[in-house]
C-alpha cells in the first residue's frame, strides 16, 4: 500500500485541479471546449511529475480499439470508461477526454471505443479468427477470466513496458488476480468503475445522535468500527413504524443491503475464499476458524428480518426497482447503515438527512488496516488479446493508466464523491481508506464447484449452517479448482 500512500500529496493537487475546473465549468459546446484547454497545460505539468520509463515513439495516426461492455438496465454504470463522445462540462467525463487526449499526442494515435453486449463473446469471436480487430479489453473479471481461460490473452508479463510496481496500477489486483507466473488481467487508475466497486457502509447521521450511538468516524480511527460493534449498534433500531404488525418497506431498520453484504464483511475482516501458496497458486481458505467465526457474527444479523432488509426479503423482490425500493427506505430516515457498493452514493445526493460513508468492519481491534471488497460484477480488468502487437500495446496501456492517475482518479474524487455526494470532510478520508486495500477474489470469479457463491447463496435463503454446507461441495471446489491450475501450468 506504499506506493499509493506516496502519491497522495499529487492526488490532492490534482482534485485542486479538477475542482477549479467544475467551478469555472457552465456547460458544454464551446464552454466545454474552453474547459479542456485551460486545464491541459496545469494537468500535464501534474502528470508528469511521476514518469513511467518508457520510449518515444509515432504510430502514424494508429486508430487503437479497446472494447468495453455495454451500459444496460441492469448494469447502469456507464460505458464511456475508455473513451468519450464529447467534452460536456461533468469533470469525470471531460477527464476522461483530457486523458486520451494526453495519450494520443504523445504516441500519435486515436484511441476509439467498441461497446459490446458480451466482451467475452466479441473477444471469442475476433480472436479466434485471427483477426487483429481490436488492441484491448475493458470488461467485468469474469469476461477476463473467459478470455484468459480460452488461452487468447497475452500473459501482460511478457509485455516489456508495463511495470505493475508504478503507482497507477492498483498492486492489489497484481496480486490477487495472478496465477502462478501469469497475469493475464489486471486494474488500475484507468477504470472509474472499479472505484464504483468498492463496497462499503453509509450511515445516517440524524439517526446516530437520535439513538445516542459512539460516532462511526472515531470508532474508525481508533479500530473500534468492528463487525462486533456494528452488531451492537443494531440493536433496538428496527421498529413496526405504522404499527400494521408486519415488518416490511414502511418500516424502520438497522441495515439495508443485499446478499453480497455478507462477502463484503468476510473480506473486509481480513478473510479470502482463495489464499496463494509459495508459488502463487490458488489454494481454498474460505473455511478457516477466523473467516467461519466472521460468518457466524455476519449471518446473526444478515439473515434477521427483524434487523436487516435486503433485496431477497419478498416485499422489496416484488417492487418494479428492487434497488430504488432499498434506497427509499433510507433517504427516508428509517435505516441506520446501508451497505452497498460506492456507486450506489450517487443515488442518495437527494437525501435530505446527511449521511456519512464507512469502510467495512474489521473482525477485532487488533486487524491491522481496513479491507474492501472489490465487486468483480462491476470492476473492470485490462485484457490484451494474443493478436495485438507486443510493443506498441505495452506503451500505449503503460502510459494510458499512467495519464489516468493525474485525471482519473482525482476527477473521480470530485465529481462522484466531493463535489456531489458526500456530506463532510470526514467522508473524504474514509473514502482514502476504503481505496487504499482493496481484495480481488479469484473463488468469487472463478466460483469453482461453487465455492464463490456460497455465501450469498446462504444469505439469500438466510440459511447459516455454513460448515455443513461448506462440507457438501468442497472436494467438488478443489477437483475443480486443481483442474484450472492444471491448464494454466500446461499454457507455460
Known amino acids: 500500500m506504499k506506493s499509493r500512500k506516496i502519491v497522495c500529496a499529487l492526488l490532492i493537487i490534482c482534485q485542486g485541479i479538477f475542482c477549479l475546473a467544475a467551478c469555472g465549468s457552465g456547460g458544454t459546446g464551446a464552454e466545454g471546449t474552453t474547459l479542456a484547454a485551460d486545464t491541459a497545460e496545469t494537468t500535464e505539468a501534474v502528470v508528469t511529475e511521476l514518469k513511467p520509463d518508457l520510449p518515444e515513439a509515432d504510430y502514424n495516426g494508429y486508430e487503437f480499439n479497446i472494447v468495453v461492455r455495454e451500459a444496460s438496465g441492469t448494469d447502469p454504470w456507464g460505458n464511456f470508461e475508455m473513451a468519450v463522445e464529447e467534452i460536456n462540462g461533468e469533470v469525470l467525463n471531460d477527464s476522461i477526454a483530457e486523458r486520451n487526449r494526453l495519450v494520443e499526442e504523445a504516441y500519435n494515435i486515436s484511441i476509439v471505443q467498441t461497446n459490446a453486449a458480451s466482451v467475452a463473446d466479441t473477444a471469442k469471436k475476433t480472436i ?12 467485468s473479471l469474469f469476461d477476463t477470466t473467459a478470455i484468459a481461460q480460452a488461452d487468447l490473452a497475452l500473459d501482460l508479463n511478457t509485455l516489456e513496458h508495463l511495470d505493475f510496481t508504478n503507482p497507477w496500477w492498483d498492486e492489489s489486483s497484481v496480486r490477487d488476480l495472478s496465477i502462478g507466473s501469469r497475469q493475464y488481467f489486471v486494474t488500475g ?30 470508532l474508525v480511527r481508533t479500530s473500534g468500527w468492528t463487525i462486533d460493534k456494528l452488531s451492537e449498534m443494531l440493536t433496538g433500531i428496527s ?20 446478499s453480497s453484504n455478507t462477502l463484503g464483511m468476510f473480506f473486509g475482516a481480513g478473510n479470502l475464499v482463495i489464499s496463494k501458496d509459495d508459488e502463487n497458486y490458488p489454494i481454498i481458505t474460505i473455511s478457516s476458524e477466523r473467516g467461519i467465526a466472521t460468518l457466524e457474527k455476519a449471518f446473526a444479523f444478515m439473515n434477521n428480518p427483524s434487523v436487516t432488509v435486503s433485496v431477497s426479503d ?25 451497505s452497498i457498493v460506492m456507486y450506489t452514493v450517487k443515488k442518495l445526493r437527494n ?31 485490462l485484457v490484451v488479446p494474443i493478436t495485438a502487437e507486443p510493443e506498441r500495446t505495452g506503451i ?14 482525482p476527477a473521480y474524487y470530485e465529481a462522484t464523491i466531493q ?17 487504499a486495500n482493496r481484495i480481488y477474489d479469484l473463488g468469487m470469479i472463478y466460483d469453482w464447484g461453487g465455492v464463490g457463491t456460497l455465501i450469498n447463496q446462504m444469505t439469500g435463503s438466510k440459511q447459516s449452517d ?7 461441495i468442497a472436494e467438488k471446489a478443489q477437483t475443480a479448482l486443481e483442474k484450472t491450475i492444471e491448464s494454466y501450468k500446461a499454457m507455460e
Not at 466 to 472: G, I, N
Request: charged content about 25%; glycine content about 6%.
Open 128 to 139: 479466434m479468427a485471427g483477426d487483429h480487430v481490436y488492441d484491448q479489453y475493458a470488461a
Open 189 to 218: 487508475d484507468f477504470s472509474f468503475r472499479t472505484y464504483n466497486a468498492s463496497w462499503i457502509y453509509c450511515f445516517n447521521k440524524q439517526m446516530i445522535v437520535d439513538f445516542k450511538l459512539d460516532d462511526p468516524y472515531e
Open 239 to 258: 421498529a413496526d413504524v405504522n404499527g400494521d404488525g408486519i415488518m416490511d418497506q414502511h418500516d424502520r431498520y438497522g441495515l439495508i443491503t443485499e
Open 314 to 338: 419478498k416485499f422489496i423482490a416484488s417492487q418494479p426497482d428492487v434497488w430504488k425500493g432499498l434506497v427509499d427506505i433510507f433517504t427516508d430516515d428509517r435505516g441506520l447503515f446501508y
Open 351 to 381: 437525501m435530505d438527512t446527511d449521511f456519512g460513508l464507512l469502510p467495512m468492519p474489521k473482525y477485532d481491534e487488533q486487524q491491522e488496516e481496513y479491507c474492501t471488497w472489490t465487486s468483480p460484477w462491476i470492476s473492470s480488468g
Open 396 to 409: 500505449i496501456t503503460e502510459y494510458i493508466c499512467y495519464a489516468s492517475m493525474g485525471t482519473i482518479r
Open 419 to 435: 463535489g456531489k455526494f458526500a456530506r463532510d470532510v470526514e467522508s473524504e478520508e474514509m473514502i482514502d481508506i476504503i481505496l
Open 466 to 472: 455454513f460448515v455443513s454446507r461448506w462440507e457438501a
